[in-house]
RNA sequence: GCCCCGGUGGCGGAAUAGGUAGACGCAAGGGACUUAAAAUCCCUUGUCCGAAAGGACGUGCGGGUUCAAGUCCCGCCCGGGGUACCA
């Protein structure tokens, strides 16, 4: 002792902020202004922390203790996303049950956190896997469950807007008279077809290897995200949460968030609005089978009377038997429709199906069926098709067009099928040419276009002519009557005219699909959801809820977590008395066998954090309104789609069923850039370059590796982590103790040159440049630069023989938010009994500031020639004169002309010379 | 392909509104202290020419605006991330 011994320093404030309670909340009767920092909690693996993980955390802890010291009432909670795959894998492999997996996980972890001196109020920890946590992550599962989305609604938010469409309890539903006349069972299924959260069997992401069905944004490239495993398609019948529902709202309200703008972008563009219309075409009675059987003639006679008739009824909401809806964005391309394509697993396929092409439709959706996304996109290149051997009329030419079946054409976007513009459309041109079908040019491109590059790509040589297809906007030819339009004038007109023909009706479109919510998992929320049994022990596909009051839904007793290879849900394994019962009127149940996604637990967390021990509620609404929104959320930009869409979402479903009072619930959000290995490479174990923090600790202390994690570079960046960076952060704590403590003493004294004088001047102005530039730099979240400043200090201050105590305390709070260990050890040495955590922080003097002289640059022709020193405030004209009175500038000045001189007070002086 | 974000010494990075490019740290070289080492302290360090004084060139490349451009505009090149038949 005492050399910096961070060892000793570190544990004796962790035990001192442990005991004191030193970071608990206070309650919103405190008065204070609330801050809410989260950061995202972590799942915690069997790898334990990474450096990763620190580095968001540091940031935020410095942002808590600041906003203490500045009187502010902060909540800076942590907790677990435990739920999760890989639990159960090691099940799988030593039948450790994933319960006790993860708590050992989450012991390691928090240790961990704890020896990095984070400020966290451990009180409010929480931990996704506890059954009164996912109690209500199965109540919101109900609530979900209890909402319908009424597109129609009109209100206003709390924020004053007012809005259109909004999520409403089930027993608001209208139910069309039909319905209600069938009985009550066709209700309660009319009213399950319309809740947000819904049983479908739609074609799904299955995935083998993992033994679980995957969410679309889980796949990537035809492969899990998890893994890398294969991925089929099969159709499954699964847990939807109605997510497009909200698509608008999930975009417009975006806009008033504090979020970076590649976020917002990122989140549009995978909900991916798009305008355009939908428009039927009429195919006449589809039941006869080869329309090529049927004369023209009688076609056109169908399609007159057809015409006739939507001209008087109007557009209808669904489309019926005899015409083919298309979605569009191009209506204006219309004329150039010279074929359609419906996807092969569109509804219409086997009745459009002429006899003579049945065998190679067949074989082609047998096909198309058993390729994955993966062979979907590999194949992107060669257009594959099959004619069905029928016909549509063009609503506007009249003409008839051939209708093709290809995978091109996606079921699960706009309509599933399309009308095909070659002219004007790449996929479509090359389809085309493939199967030589007319190209017809409508739109003329503006004047000196030429084809981009991937219009040129699938350009074709045609009778020594190359043919290539224009997408862009320009003016119609070929459209009869609209020829001299300009597309988007052509575009409203039409729109509006085939509408008022009952022809077609402008339409919104999005990428985003429903969130695809049933895992096949043991290791996840169980349903509270049970299905009736018929006599036969058959489902009948009705649904009864668990009762709130029985919540939470336990997990039932297994031993054996081997997946079985098929989609059968683990859970269908458990014993009959958990996954039957009879209800009170005698129905046979059966338990829902699905689970819920790793996501779910995510989607809700920070609001349990602001009242997790609440036993009768998911929050206190008076603890929501003091503490929501989250006023700075810090994490990865991994989660720029998936969590940050789904935690959106809930929380808007809870707003309009009335459980929160906010719309958005993060309103600043920052995402920390990856730390690389020492070489520049994402660390991995296979790379062997991953940096353990518990060895870092071990060699340097906490504080060193907060310090060393903010100073690496701006938070937001990548960057790679290097050792003897470490060592340099080390070596100025080193500094910062030296410059206080006496290091050849036995206790901690402080140094002789420690004084209680009045500060200098010089040491003034230092000590309230850092001052002002340290609090700047926090409040832009720019740690690097903090620190540079702080070590300019301390470089400054290790020189002067009287360090004035008056000088060194105020710096001292400034370091305490990056390195609280090493603060809080030299605030007692400075004679303080009780912790600097609430101690104010420091203010600037601006007066203190001003500087007597300046070093003023004097550039000749806008090049730096010589640096004069004046008084500060000196105005323009002085400032010339003090340049043209110095000799290297007059040297430069002579026999030259001087045209125009530049003098900016405090700046510098530019001397334009001939 | 398309959409973002970036490119500054040997390295990580600084540079409020266009106004001294390279703060701070690392690495490297030299020196002091020491029997020695560690630790610590001091000096040098963008490139090129020059013994020095000094000069020239420098923020991915090419143009432009301006008294003045790392910063603003146009056209490219390179790297990273997202997305991928979304009609």
Redesign the pocket.
């Known amino acids: 002792m005492p ?1 910096y011994d961070f060892k000793r320093i570190e544990s004796r404030w962790q035990q001192y902020w442990e005991q004191h309670s030193t970071f608990q909340a206070e309650s919103p009767a405190s008065g204070k202004p609330k801050l809410y920092v989260l950061d995202m909690f972590p799942y915690p693996s069997g790898s334990g922390l990474h450096v990763g993980h620190p580095e968001g955390y540091t940031a935020t802890d410095i942002v808590c203790r600041y906003s203490r010291m500045t009187g502010k009432n902060v909540l800076h909670p942590m907790g677990w996303d435990s739920f999760g795959l890989p639990a159960e894998e090691h099940a799988v492999k030593t039948g450790t049950h994933p319960r006790e997996t993860t708590e050992q996980n989450i012991a390691t972890f928090k240790r961990q956190l704890k020896m990095l001196g984070f400020s966290y109020d451990w009180s409010r920890e929480l931990a996704t896997t506890d059954p009164d946590y996912y109690r209500w992550t199965q109540w919101i599962f109900l609530q979900l469950f209890d909402t319908w989305y009424d597109p129609e609604h009109e209100w206003t938010g709390p924020d004053g807007v007012s809005r259109i469409g909004r999520g409403r309890p089930i027993s608001e539903l209208p139910i069309p008279a039909e319905v209600t006349a069938a009985g009550t069972e066709a209700v309660r299924r009319y009213q399950d077809r319309h809740r947000l959260a819904y049983i479908s069997d739609a074609p799904v992401n299955w995935c083998p290897a993992l033994g679980t069905v995957l969410a ?2 889980e796949v ?2 035809g492969k899990s995200e998890r893994g890398s495993h294969p991925v089929e398609r099969v159709a499954l019948k699964q847990w939807m949460l109605r997510i497009t529902a909200y698509a608008d709202r999930l975009a417009s309200e975006l806009d008033h968030l504090d979020w970076p ?2 976020i917002k ?2 989140q549009r ?2 909900i ?1 609005r ?1 305008t ?1 219309a939908e428009v039927d075409f009429y195919i006449g009675n589809r039941n006869k089978g080869s329309q090529d059987d049927v004369s023209p003639e009688s076609v056109l006679a169908g399609f007159d009377a057809w015409k006739a008739e939507r001209a008087a009824s109007g557009w209808p909401a669904e489309p019926g038997t005899d015409v083919l809806r ?5 209506p204006d391309t219309l004329y150039g429709a010279t074929y359609m394509v419906i ?1 092969p697993e569109h509804p219409f396929v086997e009745s459009l199906t002429s006899a003579e092409q049945k065998a190679a439709v067949t074989d082609y959706c047998r096909k198309a069926a058993t390729k994955s ?1 993966l062979d ?2 590999e ?2 290149k060669d ?2 098709g099959v004619f069905t051997g029928s016909r549509a009329v063009n609503p506007v030419s009249g003409e008839r067009i051939p209708i093709w079946i290809a ?13 095909a ?1 070659p002219a004007h ?1 790449l ?2 041109f ?1 389809f085309a040419v493939r199967f030589d079908i007319p190209v017809i040019q409508v739109v003329q491109p503006p004047e000196g276009w030429e084809p ?3 219009e040129a ?1 699938v350009a074709v040589e045609v009778d020594g002519q190359k043919l290539v297809p224009f997408a862009g906007r320009g003016t119609a030819m070929n459209s009869g009557e609209y020829n001299g339009l300009s597309t988007d004038d052509f575009k409203r007109q039409l729109t509006e005219q085939l509408n008022n023909s009952g022809l077609a009706q402008a339409a919104v ?3 985003l699909r429903d969130w695809l919510f049933s895992r096949q998992r043991y290791w996840g929320e169980p349903f509270p959801i049970w299905h009736e049994l018929d006599a036969d022990g058959n489902p009948t596909g009705l649904m009864r809820t668990d009762d709130v009051a029985s919540l939470p839904v336990l997990h039932p007793h297994m031993d054996d977590f081997k997946p079985a290879g098929t989609p059968e849900p683990m859970l269908a394994k458990a014993e009959q008395d958990w996954l039957f019962r009879t209800a009170d009127d005698g129905t046979r149940l059966k338990r829902e066998t699905n689970s819920m996604p790793q996501w779910a637990g995510s989607c809700w967390y920070f609001l349990r954090f602001c009242d997790n021990k609440n036993s009768t509620a998911f929050i206190d609404p008076e603890l929501e309104k003091y503490w929501m929104p989250v006023d700075l959320y810090i994490g990865g ?2 989660h ?2 998936l969590h940050l869409l789904y935690a959106r979402f809930w929380h808007k479903v809870l707003f309009d069923r009335g459980h929160v009072s906010m719309v958005e619930p993060f309103q600043k959000l920052v995402n920390q850039g990856m730390i690389l290995g020492e070489n520049g490479e994402k660390m991995s174990k296979s790379r062997g370059n991953v940096i353990n923090p518990d060895d870092v600790v071990r060699d340097y202390g906490a504080d060193s590796l907060r310090l060393y994690e903010m ?4 938070l937001e ?4 982590w ?1 050792m ?2 470490v ?3 080390y ?2 704590l ?2 910062v103790w ?1 410059m206080m403590v006496d290091d050849r003493a036995e206790d901690v004294v402080l140094h002789a040159h420690v004084t209680e004088d009045e500060p200098a001047d010089t040491q003034l102005r230092m000590l309230h440049k850092t001052i002002r530039a340290v609090t700047n730099d926090i409040n832009k979240l ?1 740690f ?2 903090a ?2 400043r702080m ?2 200090f301390t ?1 400054f201050m ?2 002067e023989d009287s360090r004035p105590k008056s000088v060194l305390e105020p710096f001292v709070l400034l370091l305490s938010p990056f390195a609280p260990h090493i603060a809080e050890e030299l605030w007692s040495a400075l004679g303080h009994s009780t912790t600097l955590s609430r101690e104010p922080w420091p203010q600037y003097d601006e007066a203190l500031l001003v500087e007597d002289t ?4 004097v ?1 000749i ?5 010589a ?1 004069i020193h004046v008084p500060n405030g000196l105005d323009a004209a002085g400032l010339q004169a003090a340049a043209e009175a110095d000799e ?1 500038v007059q040297k ?1 000045l002579e026999g030259k002309t001087v045209v ?1 001189v ?1 003098a ?1 007070p405090g ?2 002086v ?1 001397f ?1 010379i001939r």
């Open positions: 050399r679309n944004e990537i490239d703008d590649s972008l990122l563009n995978w991916g798009s355009g298309v979605y569009t964005t191009r996807a996304d979907r996109t194949l992107a257009k594959t995978d091109y054409v996606l079921i699960s976007y706009g309509t599933g099928a399309i009308m513009v459309d996929r479509d090359e981009s590059k991937d790509a479109n999005y990428k930009a991994e720029a789609v100073f690496m570079g701006p960046q990548v960057k790679p290097s003897s960076g060592e340099g952060v070596r100025f080193g500094k030296r720019s690097n630069t620190i540079s070590m300019e470089n290790s020189h300046l070093e003023i640059p550039q022709k806008g090049k730096l020639k640096r290297a430069h125009k530049i900016v700046r510098m530019n334009v």
